[in-house]
Structure formats: structure tokens, C-alpha cells
């Protein structure tokens, strides 16, 4: 079992930056894959990023590709997600999640996972 708490949501302005950040306990972190998600008022839960255990590959949706970049420190139990070139758009609950710790490498979907965070809301205003 895995605990996770996200922070580092906030207000920005259009083009400004955030670093979110999952602060996982419990289970060594290391076992587990990592995804962020994140959900619009109205909205589904869409994937936005994932990285499997070690950290070597860190696919990332259309929509933030090249502004927003997930990593991990397993030293200290944390997941990120680097957010650049913020938009309105991008305004939602972020997520982060863990898949089962069978499973190496992340996934994009949403039923993969069996641990989340409680969220931390980012609004872009323009």
C-alpha cells in the first residue's frame, strides 16, 4: 500500500510555470510506476504524464507535450510534474497516481492505477 499527497497547485498567469510534486509513503516508492492526471470542472479524467520505476521513460499526452515534464527522485519518495507555458486550458485538479507494483513501466490509462492522491487544483488565468 502507498500513500500519496500532491502539492504545489496554485493561481498563474498565462505563460507562467508551476512545479507540482506527490510526496508518496508506505511501500517503497521505487516499486511503483507514477502517472498525473488531471480534471476539469465538467470534464473526465485525462492522463497528462507517466514514468516507469526507474525513470527512463516518461511519455507525456498531445496537449502538454513539450511544455510539461514528469520525474521522479526515489530518494525522496517524490514524483514531479514540471509545468511551463501555462494555458487556460490546462486548469484542472491534477492528480498523481500508482499503478500496482507488479507493473514496471507506466500506462496512460486511467484504470491502470490503484493508488491517488487527493488532487491540488491549478488555474491559468489569462
Known amino acids: 500500500q502507498v500513500q500519496l499527497v500532491e502539492s504545489g497547485g496554485g493561481l498563474v498567469q498565462a505563460g507562467g510555470s508551476l512545479r507540482l510534486s506527490c510526496a508518496a509513503s508506505?511501500?517503497?516508492?521505487?516499486?511503483?510506476?507514477m502517472g498525473w492526471f488531471r480534471q476539469a470542472p465538467g470534464k473526465e479524467r485525462d492522463f497528462v504524464a507517466t514514468?516507469?520505476?526507474?525513470?527512463?521513460?516518461?511519455p507525456t499526452a498531445d496537449s502538454v507535450k513539450g511544455r510539461f515534464t514528469i520525474s521522479r527522485d526515489n530518494a525522496k519518495n517524490t514524483v514531479y510534474l514540471q509545468m511551463n507555458s501555462l494555458k487556460p486550458e490546462d486548469t484542472a485538479v491534477y492528480y498523481c497516481?500508482?499503478?500496482?507494483?507488479?507493473?514496471?513501466?507506466?500506462?496512460?490509462?486511467?484504470?491502470?492505477?490503484?493508488?491517488w492522491g487527493q488532487g491540488t487544483q491549478v488555474t491559468v488565468s489569462s
Open positions: 497516481a500508482a499503478r500496482p507494483s507488479i507493473y514496471s513501466s507506466g500506462s496512460s490509462n486511467l484504470s491502470d492505477y490503484e493508488y
Open positions: 514514468i516507469n520505476r526507474s525513470g527512463g521513460f516518461t
Open positions: 508506505g511501500r517503497t516508492f521505487s516499486f511503483y510506476a
